[in-house]
């Protein structure tokens, strides 16, 4: 690999002797690897040469190694040992006008990656609860080599990037190698947070942390003629069912509005792939958040429909995710750690569980399989979600795994000793059901190739016309503000609302 020729591909290591080693060795095992001139050490070593290619220096001689040698790529490869050296290397190359590109060591990189087998966990106290163990559920794996033909070397965008599911889908995202990853997210806090996380988790990787909101759809359009995804994974959106019943406008605009904004923008542009994130509370929904979320499976499936779209729309839809952000474990978890009762709503209410991680990666093989099994796409994949599991139940089990006994129906305050956990049972919360739904009949799911994943046929009227009139409507009422105007409208095309609406009017 040592050559004299081309000046603008000349390139150096820096780093360790036996990191730079590695590194060489991988390198020459690429069909068209760079020219390298040499190599810069950062540790005491008296070699000449490290796999053939010689040894030009160490790290205070590097900014006169760079013009010697009119280098204008660095790859730095350092231990965890060594990083506080990266600083003082990354602002001399800068000085010296070349390139820098941080490769870890191999064995560091494999411990920060995330796996879909690790389970993750909630911490009470100093215990921490494996949540997967908790609802005795085992995660399906993914076909990473399908996956990774719709990911590695693209460019692709997260919405809501900075939410549970986003933030573990950049996660995810990340491990196969894309060109460049696009952070959307309008919570600022958010987005500094998991821009920081993927930047030390990942460093080789490009990414963009992008301060948007997706409703703003003359914006979205323009980021996305900007950063030119390939990949649109669409996460953002409101999802508190008792919030969204108090705020239906709001409802409307991010979860309907938002996902047209996005949706629009990426079939625009030409994206390969866009997944809209949906919910189980979309099937014959009764609350604001499930109607919503219908109402955006919808126009995607009507997008899917026009002729002439070169890009694969489909849409998951799945249950609950343990631990996310304001979900029942964590909520639970504060409660015995501030020395309160344990609220459950009601004893007889169920609902379907998954992990973060399980969702993210059978969201990322979903959306690598739309359109392979059909002409089309515009696919409704549901995941694998299990048995539903009893509410009341999982709480006792929570609380014994904390290392607590749980006393049902005591009164607040009253303990009978100091290790047990009063459950009390508070009534179900506006908008919210006892039992969700993954689909509207079971008949309609359909098994694809992939164990954890089925396919959807709900024959749903998603014309050109309807969605128009849908979309007017919807746009109209929001506008209004007036809460009862935009029930009614989403009445009009979620039957099952209507049941519940005059309940909800009274309400408003």
Known sequence: MVDSGSMAERSIIVGT?????????????????????????????????????????????????????????????LPASHRSMWREISISLHRAGVVERFVPPMDELLSCAPSVSSSPTVAVGSPRIDLAKLVGRKAHSIDRELVGETLTNKTVLVTGAGGSIGS???????????????????????????????????????????????????????????????????????????LMEDHPSHAVTNNVFGTKSIADASVAIGVERFVLISSDKAVNPVNVMGATKRLAEMYVQSLAKMSGISTKLSMVRFGNVLGSACSVLPIWADQIAAGRPVTVT???????????????????????????????????????????????????????????????????????????????????????????????????????????????????????????????????????????????????????????????????
Not at 39 to 45: G, H, P, Y
Not at 177 to 190: C, F, H, Q
Not at 231 to 237: E, G, R, S, Y
Not at 357 to 386: K, R
């Open 17 to 77: 002797l036996q990191a730079c080693s590695l590194v060489i060795r991988q390198l020459s095992a690429l069909e068209t690897p760079p020219t390298m001139v040499g190599v810069v050490l950062v540790d005491e070593s008296s070699e000449s040469n490290i796999e053939s290619i010689p040894v030009l220096g160490r790290e205070d001689e590097l900014i006169g190694v760079c013009a010697n040698h009119e280098i204008s790529n660095a790859i730095v490869t």
């Open 346 to 508: 009601d004893e007889r209410m169920t609902r379907y569980f998954m992990t973060i991680p399980e969702a993210a990666t059978l969201v990322l093989q979903a959306g690598a399989m739309s359109g392979m099994e059909t002409s089309s796409s515009g696919e409704v994949f549901v995941l694998d979600m299990s048995e539903p599991i009893n509410i009341f139940g999982l709480a006792k089990r929570f609380i014994r795994a904390c290392g607590y006994e749980a006393v049902v129906g005591q009164p607040m305050g009253v303990s009978s000793s100091p290790r047990s956990v009063p459950v009390i049972l508070t009534g179900a919360r506006p908008g919210e059901k006892l039992h969700e739904q993954l689909s509207y009949d079971a008949e309609g799911l359909e098994r694809t190739a992939h164990p954890g994943i089925y396919s959807l046929d709900d024959g749903t009227d998603v014309e050109p016309e309807t969605i128009e009139a849908m979309i007017s409507g919807m746009d109209n009422a929001r506008s209004s503000h007036s809460r009862k105007a935009v029930l009614e409208e989403i009445a009009r095309y979620i039957p099952t609302m209507n049941s519940s609406l005059s309940q909800k009017i009274v309400a408003a």
């Open 168 to 242: 573990e889908l950049v996660r995810q995202v990340a491990t196969f190698s894309p060109r460049k990853v696009v952070l959307m997210e309008r919570a600022e806090n958010a987005l500094f947070e998991v821009d920081r996380q993927l930047k030390e988790s990942f460093p080789l990787i490009e990414r963009v942390a992008v301060l948007h909101d997706v409703v703003d759809a003359s914006r979205t359009l323009s980021l996305l003629e900007r950063y030119q995804p390939e990949v649109v994974i669409h996460a953002a959106a409101h999802k508190h069912v008792p």
